[in-house]
């Protein structure tokens, strides 16, 4: 730390007052310039942009899929999964709240501000993405033509995960069943599963959504990436394959998209990290919805 001192000879003063001034410019500029590594969408000071919370996901290599004997067959066999770039995730299910702030009234208006917007079909879900996009400034991530949607995987713009991007930011560097341990029970309590994860089980709880966050997150920082309401990727449907892939996002065509996590309606053994759900992309119910993802 540089120490100042003044002194009483009126030159001496003002040079030292000149240099103390350069300072405080330099360091303010430097100040301006830092980041400090934080995401952008967070806390932005602009009142005119929509804020979102986001999870900065690193890029890594997983084991995708299981082979226990409750999985079932769509996620055999298990493979090596490398995802090569850094990307956000949004820390919450898509709220009722921001769901209105992005699309105004188009549906879901019925829903509370901070559970899950469910009813949102796999269409709803991407021109949402592109609607943040624009109010936030970045570029599209898809082009829509009617029910033809193809996605500049280059731009900037709110998108929704890979099927590989949101396993592995489900498991969070873990390998377990949960994203912390291993199922214990098919159905009813399942104590892990308890800690994380609204499900169907028989502790009382029922078969309706619950506001995001109230469980506990993985160790990226993400909550409710298993139960609450599922959620769509961008992936249509495929059947997996014992390669290891690379940044894979399913193939160019089909009739059903993937959806993942389970939900407040599924038992204990369909709410995994390894779970798939096949969804017509038209389809919508109150338990499913989605989270979006952004390029670094």
């Known amino acids: 730390m540089t120490t100042l001192t003044l002194t009483r000879d009126g030159a001496s003063f003002n040079s030292l007052l000149a240099t103390t001034l350069v300072l405080m410019l330099l360091l303010t500029a430097c100040s301006d310039d830092d980041d400090s590594g934080t995401n952008p969408d967070d806390n932005n000071p602009d009142p005119d942009l929509v804020e979102v ?13 299981g082979e226990k004997n409750f999985n079932e067959a769509d996620e055999r066999p298990v493979h090596q999964v490398t995802i090569t770039k850094d990307f956000y995730l949004a820390k919450f299910e898509t709220t009722g709240k921001l769901w209105r702030e992005v699309m105004g009234d188009a549906g879901n208006s019925y829903v509370s501000d901070d559970r899950p917007a469910g009813s949102v079909t796999w269409f709803e879900a991407v021109e949402f993405c592109n609607k943040l996009s624009e109010l936030n400034g970045f570029a599209a991530a898809y082009t829509i033509e009617d029910e033809e949607v193809s996605w500049n995987r280059d731009a900037d713009g709110y998108r929704l995960p890979t099927e590989a991007e949101w396993e592995y930011a489900c498991r969070a560097g873990t390998a ?52 609450n309401v599922s ?36 038992v204990a053994h369909f709410t995994t990290c390894s779970n798939r759900l096949t969804i017509p992309m038209s389809f919508e119910a109150e338990l499913h919805s989605f989270r979006f993802s952004r390029n670094k």
């Open 176 to 227: 377990t069943d949960f994203y912390n341990g291993d199922l214990t029970v098919g159905t009813g309590v399942d104590p892990l599963l308890e800690e994380i994860a609204w499900y169907e089980s028989e502790s009382g709880a029922e078969r309706f959504s619950r506001p995001v966050g109230q469980k506990k997150p993985n160790n990226f920082g993400l909550y409710d990436m298993l139960g």
């Open 231 to 266: 959620e769509w990727c961008w992936d249509f449907e495929y059947d997996y394959t014992a390669d290891a892939q690379v940044d894979p996002v399913g193939p160019d065509t089909g009739t059903r998209r993937i959806g993942r996590g389970g939900s407040a309606g599924t």
């Open 53 to 65: 919370e986001m999870i900065e996901i690193p890029a890594g290599t997983f084991m995708m899929g």
